[in-house]
Every structure is written in C-alpha cells, then in structure tokens.
C-alpha cells in the first residue's frame, strides 16, 4: 500500500506539472482579471478546479470498475510497465525535438481556439463550473496518460475501498499548482503574462521532469517493484 501511494504521488506529479492544465486556467482566468473582477475570478478559478476533481475521479473510478469487470485488468497491467515508458519516451521528444512528428503531448494544436473561445466565455462562477466537464474532454489527451496507468495499477492490485483514498489523493495533488495559481494570481501576486512567459520558457524542461518520472515508473512496474 504505500509503495501504491509512492507510485500515485510520481504519477500525480506528472500530470500537476502537465503545460495543458496551466495553460487552461490561465486562459480562464486572464478576461476575468482583465474585466478587474477579482472576486469573481477567485470563485470561478474555485469552482473550475472542483469541477476538474470531480469529473477526474469519477472517470478514474470508472475506469477502475471498467478494468475490473472486464477481466482486463490483468493484460492492461502486463503492458502497464511498456505503456509508461512510451508516455516517458515522448515527453523526451518533446524536450529535445519540441513538436517534432507533427504532435506535442499537450493538448492537440487543432483544438486549441476551440477549447479557447469557450474559455473566453465564462462569466461566472456557475459557468467556470460547468465548463470544467467540457474541458476535461480537451484536456485527457494530454493528462491521461499517467491517470491511466495509475488506475491500471489500482485495478490489477487493490479493492475499490483502497482504490478510492487513492484515486483522492492523486487527484488532489493532481490539482494543487491550479490551487497556487488561483490565489497567486486574485491576490496580486503575480500576472498571467508573467505565469504564462514562466509557463513557455520551461515547458521543455516540464516535458523532461514528466518523461523522467514515468520511466521511472514504468521500469518499476516491469521490475514488478511495485
């Protein structure tokens, strides 16, 4: 179990410091901050993060019983190891060949004005709320897959009264540096320009921390360390 914990905390990791997750708020937040409504975008940063926890986990917990029924769960975990190393391997070529094959393991350029103009939209709390179910389905291309490979794990290895805790814990890691970013930015502690010039400069450097982490991982599963 706490090898387990170990583990989501890696994985979790991974998807905190994923460039999508950042940039998305950022958008959110920016024409609300522009408008001078502080106390709106604080609640609306708010309710957008909950509503990205949320979704999260239910998705994870039905995965969870997805694998689990299915009798899956064991195949997925004996390519679990493999997927992980691939997902480690093509965070490094977006190090040190950003974009290169034409793809980025963010969020698809294609669907990026899209998933923008939605954003720039939202008014209110309310409406931060709601959009945060939308933008999950933009944003699991590129958050999915350490997600993934920590339910796989969970589904080959523990009952759903240990994979909940654990699915809680992964998630609320998963959505801290959105929480730092909020309350940096309603209490004036920085901008968004200056976040998202920090975001830019180091988005290599993220792609390499990412890819380190998840073969790390994937080598312990293949080592059946954890």
Same mark, same amino acid.
């Given at each position: 179990?706490?090898?387990?914990?170990?583990?989501?905390?890696?994985?979790?990791?991974?998807?905190?410091?994923?460039?999508?997750?950042?940039?998305?708020?950022?958008?959110?937040?920016?024409?609300?901050?522009?408008?001078?409504?502080?106390?709106?975008?604080?609640?609306?940063?708010?309710?957008?993060?909950?509503?990205?926890?949320?979704?999260?986990?239910?998705?994870?917990?039905?995965?969870?019983?997805?694998?689990?029924?299915?009798?899956?769960?064991?195949?997925?975990?004996?390519?679990?190891?493999?997927?992980?190393?691939?997902?480690?391997?093509? %965070?490094?070529?977006?190090? #040190?060949?950003?974009?290169?094959?034409? #793809?980025?393991?963010?969020?698809?350029?294609?669907?990026?004005?899209?998933?923008?103009?939605?954003?720039?939209? *939202? $008014?209110?709390?309310?409406?931060?709320?709601?959009?945060?179910? *939308?933008?999950?389905?933009?944003?699991?291309?590129?958050?999915?897959?350490?997600?993934?490979?920590?339910?796989?794990?969970?589904?080959?290895? *523990?009952?759903?009264?240990?994979?909940?805790?654990?699915?809680?814990?992964? %998630?609320?890691?998963? *959505?801290?540096?959105?929480?730092?970013?909020?309350?940096?930015?309603?209490?004036?502690?920085?901008?968004?320009?200056?976040?998202?010039?920090?975001? $830019?400069? %180091?988005?290599?450097?993220?792609?390499?921390?990412?890819?380190?982490?998840?073969?790390?991982?994937?080598?312990?599963?293949?080592?059946?360390?954890?």
């Amino acid at each position: 179990m706490p090898r387990l914990f170990i583990t989501a905390t890696g994985a979790a990791l991974v998807d905190s410091i994923n460039p999508c997750a950042i940039a998305v708020l950022l958008i959110l937040l920016t024409a609300l901050l522009a408008a001078g409504e502080k106390t709106r975008a604080l609640k609306a940063g708010v309710a957008f993060i909950i509503s990205i926890y949320i979704v999260y986990f239910l998705f994870g917990l039905g995965l969870f019983h997805a694998l689990q029924i299915s009798g899956l769960s064991y195949w997925f975990y004996q390519i679990l190891g493999f997927f992980a190393i691939i997902i480690g391997l093509l %965070n490094f070529k977006d190090y #040190f060949w950003y974009g290169a094959g034409g #793809f980025v393991m963010e969020i698809p350029r294609s669907w990026r004005p899209a998933m923008k103009k939605l954003l720039q939209s *939202v $008014t209110s709390p309310l409406g931060a709320f709601l959009m945060g179910f *939308v933008i999950c389905l933009f944003e699991l291309p590129c958050t999915g897959g350490p997600y993934l490979f920590m339910t796989g794990l969970l589904a080959q290895q *523990v009952t759903q009264t240990l994979a909940i805790p654990i699915l809680l814990y992964y %998630n609320l890691l998963f *959505v801290l540096p959105l929480i730092a970013i909020v309350v940096i930015l309603c209490f004036g502690m920085s901008k968004t320009e200056e976040i998202e010039k920090w975001r $830019t400069e %180091n988005i290599r450097l993220l792609h390499l921390i990412a890819g380190l982490i998840m073969i790390a991982l994937g080598v312990a599963v293949v080592l059946r360390v954890v």
